[in-house]
């Protein structure tokens, strides 16, 4: 009889650890989407790290937002470009507190002059097809940094490809630095 309380009072354990341990891995996933997705998105929007006390950010890539990439002297939206927008959209629908800065790049070919303005013009691309999909105007920014904010410092046309972009960059009201 003994032997048998044990056996359960041992089954009861584990079973309890069991459930513990699945509800602390489920703890952090919300309406607003995972844990994982939550971190990124704390991280997209820590403004310090990305501009230390200036007004020109650090390159940055890799956050819960998808970069949307051009080629050579274009700010055509393609395929992939639309599908990228559309995820990035959908990620900002879940963060309705959430604003977007559109940072539009340039490789280093070209003037200064000539690279923000078809910095600018790639933002505004990205800026159609997003209020296209419905999302507000009034959270929403562009800029244009031309060539000067390049995620890869290398003379070559891999370097090159990856500066042809525009960066989504999530910030809160408060946080908009022009």
């Known amino acids: 009889m003994t032997r048998q309380i044990l056996s359960f009072t041992s089954f009861l354990i584990v079973l309890?650890?069991?459930?513990?341990?699945?509800?602390?891995?489920?703890?952090?996933k919300?309406?607003?989407?995972?844990?994982?997705?939550?971190?990124?998105?704390?991280?997209d929007l820590d403004q310090n790290s990305r501009y230390g006390d200036g007004s020109i950010p650090i390159a940055s890539e890799?956050?819960?937002?998808?970069?949307?990439r051009f080629a050579f002297d274009s700010a055509q939206i393609?395929?992939?470009?639309?599908?990228?927008?559309?995820?990035?959209?959908?990620?900002?629908?879940?963060?309705p507190d959430i604003n977007l800065t559109l940072e539009g790049h340039a490789d280093e070919r070209g003037t200064n002059e000539y690279n923000?303005?078809?910095?600018a013009e790639?933002?505004?691309?990205?800026?159609?097809?997003?209020?296209?999909?419905?999302?507000?105007?009034?959270?929403?920014?562009?800029?244009?940094?031309?060539?000067?904010?390049?995620l890869n410092t290398a003379h070559?046309?891999?370097?090159?490809?990856?500066?042809?972009?525009?960066?989504f960059a999530a910030n809160r009201s408060e946080d908009q630095r022009y």
């Open 16 to 28: 309890s650890l069991f459930l513990a341990a699945c509800s602390a891995s489920n703890s952090g």
């Open 30 to 43: 919300n309406k607003s989407g995972s844990g994982a997705e939550r971190d990124l998105l704390e991280r």
């Open 62 to 68: 890799g956050g819960i937002f998808r970069d949307i």
């Open 78 to 95: 393609g395929d992939e470009a639309r599908q990228n927008i559309e995820y990035n959209f959908q990620v900002l629908r879940q963060y």
């Open 116 to 119: 923000l303005a078809l910095g």
């Open 122 to 150: 790639r933002a505004k691309a990205v800026e159609n097809v997003m209020l296209s999909l419905g999302f507000p105007r009034s959270r929403m920014k562009v800029i244009s940094y031309g060539e000067e904010v390049p």
């Open 156 to 167: 070559n046309e891999d370097a090159w490809a990856e500066n042809r972009r525009v960066h």
